[in-house]
């Protein structure tokens, strides 16, 4: 399933996205962002930006600092693939974790939100350990 978003450089998106030998995938979506409202979910790939397709080897805090530097609304295409290990927009997608390298696992994972600066998406990110 192919779908867009608007993002809006006052609105928070709310989406959290990391770089995947796939691509650009959604790794959490905040129940009350602009992503939320617009139907993203995690598992969810970001494959385009203003009809334009985003390269596959493209980095997430890369990408991120791209969309900040725009300052102004921009479309983001989303394909949507059916799986069964998702079980909300909120839940972690853990399979596409575990199967990247364990420095994969600890890299930045930036959140698309124009109302963060370029430092705050480029500060590295604590994994999350499950028990």
């Given at each position: ?18 770089s ?83 420095s ?28």
């Open positions: 399933m192919n779908f867009t978003a608007m993002l809006h450089p006052d609105v928070r998106f709310g989406v959290t996205i990391a995947t030998s796939n691509g650009l995938l959604v790794t959490y979506v905040e129940p009350d962002g602009a992503g939320a409202e617009q139907r993203v979910e995690v598992g969810d790939f970001l494959v385009k930006q203003d009809g334009e397709s985003i390269p596959r080897d493209i980095g997430d805090a890369e990408f991120v600092a791209q969309l900040i530097a725009l300052a102004r609304p921009v479309e983001l295409g989303f394909v949507r693939q059916i799986d069964s290990n998702i079980d909300s927009p909120n839940s972690t997608l853990e399979s596409e974790l575990e199967s990247e390298p364990e994969a696992a600890a890299e930045v994972v930036p959140e698309i939100s124009p109302m963060i600066s370029p430092a705050e998406v480029l500060a590295p990110v604590p994994p999350v350990i499950e028990e």
